[in-house]
């Protein structure tokens, strides 16, 4: 159980256009998905928090304009990188947390973005 | 604030032996503590967790933690590492500021020696 996915597994795209990312909870419902990002051999760093429903939590220095996140429902958060560049080439992963009060993160497998 | 501080960025040893990664916190209170492994160009995986009662923790794979309140540590441990446990491996902590967030340590990369 507790299985998140990730779409697509690997993206290339050209520098301005727009890349979207899905983060799936398959068998359970995510009260709340989290956003991050990791460079290479670096720890994850938390981009955003998001509760089905309304607006995700940005931490500081990300730029909420850029990396747009919707949480639409129980199962699906959305990340979309706008107008990527080159800098934003990374590594981004999502997870999820259920219903429990353990903290639990569940992580998807990751988005490797590569903007040319 | 909150954080982790894992102090070995690489540690390599043979296959067979023991391994213990060290995870040192800084919390105000009892922390929900965790250990992560994370294979190349995967998510993450976790291995265990503490968050109440006996502070020697069992995980999967053969791993087990133990959390030592007076020294603020979370060390994790195998009797005997297999080649199939190289990888990066993360100490986290929460929740932070009342909510469901995590910090990470900065990894520990584990090299296996044939």
């Known amino acids: 159980g507790a299985v998140v996915s990730q779409h697509p597994s690997w993206v290339i795209c050209k520098s301005g256009t727009s890349v979207k990312i899905e983060c799936r909870s398959l068998d359970f419902q995510a009260t709340t998905m989290f956003w991050y990002r990791q460079f290479p051999k670096q720890s994850l760093m938390l981009m955003a928090t998001s509760n089905e429903g309304s607006k995700a939590t940005y931490e500081q220095g990300v730029e909420k304009d850029k990396f747009l996140i919707n949480h639409a429902s129980l199962t699906l958060s959305t990340l979309t990188v706008t107008s990527a560049h080159p800098e934003d080439s990374s590594f981004y992963i999502c997870s999820a947390t259920g219903q429990g009060e353990d903290n639990e993160q569940f992580f998807g497998p990751g988005t490797r973005l590569t903007v040319l | 604030a909150q954080s982790v501080t894992q102090p070995d960025i690489h540690i390599t040893v043979s296959e067979g032996a023991s391994l213990e990664l060290r995870c040192n916190y800084s919390y105000g209170a009892t922390p929900y503590l965790f250990w992560y492994v994370q294979s190349p160009g995967q998510g993450l995986q976790l291995l265990l967790k503490?968050?109440?009662?006996?502070?020697l923790v069992q995980g999967i794979k053969g791993f087990e933690a133990e959390f030592k309140r007076s020294q603020s540590s979370f060390n994790l441990r195998k009797p005997s590492v297999h080649w199939s446990d190289a990888a990066e491996y993360f100490c986290a902590v929460g929740p932070i500021q009342g909510a469901q967030k995590l910090v990470f340590g900065q990894g520990t990369r584990l090299t296996i020696n044939p």
């Open positions: 503490y968050f109440s009662g006996d502070t």
